[in-house]
Each structure stands twice: as structure tokens, then as C-alpha cells.
């Protein structure tokens, strides 16, 4: 069945640029959009994005001046970009799938830590 | 957007029900039966548990089921097992334009 792996660096400096990956294996990245939600520690979930895979998007609005979310059917990938960080982007950060017809996310990636530290 | 309002906590006894209410608002809870719940253990990623209110994913136990009424969506777990200590949390379809999704706050339920 399909599977989500997210990849990326663990620790981001304040004021860089955090970067994640999502590989989708499994399955097609085709016909479905791509999630992208956080928790910071102790907390409840953030939905952040997604993304279509014919590259349309959609971004949570308290992050949308510094969210991208782009996808590489090629490669089976879809990433995050969020830029100048402080620490309260520290989180786990999961990608997911949407179904195309629904709006809930059906799949989801283990998850990745990211803590915005120097 | 705010988030959707949940009880910090519900606990049960094995073998009891559980409900956990998760209040929204007529922009989302109330205006769309896009409701959807997940299950997240201790480290471990959300799963999918109800869509669209009240329906289950395939593998998901018939012990777990949704309903809405007005502006608050509701999840019951009937005959409480102690693998389903964990958070709970919904999640509501809020219209294509600017915040399609909101989530809950969150319910850490505790089985006895």
C-alpha cells in the first residue's frame, strides 16, 4: 500500500529556511493532494498546505508568507519549504494524503522532528 | 480560524462508552459534513478513523463510530479497550476559499 517517508534536516538555525521532503512510494503521486501538518511539542495538530499534483496549492493563511509547497511527479516527491523560522516552528512535521474527492487524509508519514535552534 | 473545541480529557472503563464532542462553528462544523477524526498514540503519527461524519475506513473497528448535530461533531467508542488509550482528534472541512482545514484542541482518553 502506499507510504509516505518524510526526509529533511532535524535542526534549522532562526531565520533560515526549514526544508522537507516527502518520497511517496507505493503508489502514484497522481490524481491525489499532498499535506502537509505540524504539532508543535505537547500540542495539537496545524495543517499547513497542500499541494495538487498537477502543482496547485492551498496554505494555511497564518503561514502563507512564508510557506511553499511544490511537487516533482517525476521523482514521486512532493517538499516544504517555510522560511525564516523561529522557534515556535518547532515540531514534528508529517506530510499526508488527501483523497481527491474528500477532504480528510487518508495516509500519513511516521513524521519528522524539526527543532529551530542556533 | 480557531480551532475546534474539544474536552482536554474523557476516561472509561474497559468495556464502557466514550464520547468526545468537537465543537465548531456554522463556517465549518455546521455548514459541511466534512468531519473527520484521527487516533494518535504516544510518538506515533494520526490515523484516520471517521470521514464525512460517520464513516469508517476500511480496517478500522465498528466500535468507533461519528455523528454531527448543528455546529458540534461527536465520536463514540463503545466497548472501550485498553489499545484505545490515546489522542483523539477531529478535523473540519471550512470552505475551498482561505482555511480549508481546522482541527481540534485534542482528547487524551484514558482507560481505567
Known amino acids: 500500500q502506499v507510504q509516505l517517508q518524510e526526509s529533511g534536516p532535524g535542526l534549522v538555525k532562526p531565520s533560515e529556511t526549514l526544508s522537507l521532503t516527502c518520497t511517496v512510494s507505493?503508489?502514484?503521486?497522481?490524481?491525489?493532494?499532498w499535506s502537509w501538518i505540524r504539532q508543535p511539542p505537547g500540542k495539537g495538530l496545524e495543517w499547513i498546505g497542500y499541494?495538487?499534483?498537477?502543482?496547485?496549492?492551498n496554505y494555511n493563511p497564518s503561514l502563507k508568507s512564508r510557506v511553499t509547497i511544490s511537487v516533482d511527479t517525476s521523482k514521486n516527491q512532493f517538499s516544504l519549504k517555510l522560511s525564516s523560522v523561529t522557534a515556535a516552528d518547532t515540531a514534528v512535521y508529517y506530510c499526508?494524503?488527501?483523497?481527491?474527492?474528500?477532504?480528510?487524509?487518508?495516509?500519513w508519514g511516521k513524521g519528522t522532528t524539526v527543532t529551530v535552534s542556533s | 480560524q480557531s480551532a475546534l473545541t474539544q474536552p482536554a480529557s474523557v476516561s472509561g472503563s474497559p468495556g464502557q462508552s466514550i464520547t468526545i464532542s468537537c465543537t465548531g462553528t456554522?463556517?465549518?462544523?455546521?455548514?459541511?459534513?466534512?468531519v473527520s477524526w484521527y487516533q494518535q498514540h504516544p510518538g506515533k503519527a494520526p490515523k484516520l478513523m471517521i470521514y464525512?461524519?460517520?464513516k469508517r475506513p476500511s480496517g478500522v473497528s465498528n466500535r468507533f463510530s461519528g455523528s454531527k448535530s448543528g455546529n458540534t461533531a461527536s465520536l463514540t467508542i463503545s466497548g472501550l479497550q485498553a489499545e484505545d488509550e490515546a489522542d483523539y482528534y477531529c478535523?473540519?472541512?471550512?470552505?475551498?476559499?482561505?482555511?480549508?482545514?481546522?482541527f481540534g484542541t485534542g482528547t487524551k482518553v484514558t482507560v481505567l
Open positions: 499526508a494524503r488527501r483523497v481527491r474527492f474528500g477532504h480528510y487524509m487518508d495516509v
Open positions: 478535523c473540519s472541512y471550512a470552505g475551498s476559499s482561505t482555511f480549508p482545514y481546522v
Open positions: 456554522s463556517s465549518d462544523v455546521g455548514s459541511y459534513n466534512l
Open positions: 507505493g503508489g502514484s503521486i497522481s490524481s491525489y493532494y
Open positions: 499541494i495538487y499534483y498537477s502543482g496547485s496549492t
Open positions: 464525512e461524519v460517520s
